[in-house]
């Protein structure tokens, strides 16, 4: 049993704003990429594909004239670290179960090794599996983030997902 959807989500105003701003388009590729990445690698489609969907809710505007500034981002952006807290926040206020909640903003924080010190963390399947959905949507110099979504378009992509992460949910119950 799943206690929050995508799709609620989608619709609440934080996320509205926030994953806007770094891209619709990018956010549900990415929770498709996990999808499948969780089907195949048996993990659980629920916490990876929210995971996918929210793991760039943290960033911050780092654009110059109207362009985003690859090189500002790389350099100072914890998107991360911003982006693991607000999903955590906003998860629990949605309804999410707590621990969830926290494998999911986890997950989250440790997508990108961009503002992490040099080293090798060992990462949860479901952490790694996030950090591949990404990467699998990425483009040259962030150009991922401009691709854009009609509200109608995502919410039917959201929906269709939710229809397959609950129809894997309630198989595995059987």
Not at 153 to 160: G, K, T, Y
């Amino acid at each position: 049993m799943r206690d929050v959807t995508l799709l609620q989500i989608y619709d609440h105003r934080i996320a509205q704003k926030y994953i806007q701003r770094s891209g619709m388009a990018h956010a549900i590729r990415c929770a498709y990429h996990a999808y499948a990445l969780a089907i195949n690698e048996k993990i659980d489609v629920d916490l990876a594909t929210k995971g996918a969907f929210l793991h760039d809710i943290g960033h911050y505007t780092w654009y110059k004239n109207g362009k985003w500034d690859f090189s500002l981002y790389k350099a100072y952006d914890i998107h991360a670290i911003k982006g693991a807290e607000r999903a955590h926040k906003l998860l629990i206020r949605l309804g999410e179960h707590p621990r969830k909640a926290k494998e999911i903003a986890l997950a989250i924080l440790l997508h990108t090794d961009s503002y992490l010190p040099n080293g090798k963390l060992q990462l949860t399947p479901l952490q790694s599996l996030v950090a591949r959905a990404d990467e699998m949507d990425e483009e040259p110099l962030g150009d991922h983030h401009y691709r854009t979504v009609s509200d109608k378009q995502a919410r039917q992509l959201l929906h269709e997902l939710d229809s397959k992460i609950t129809a894997v949910l309630n198989k595995n119950l059987n």
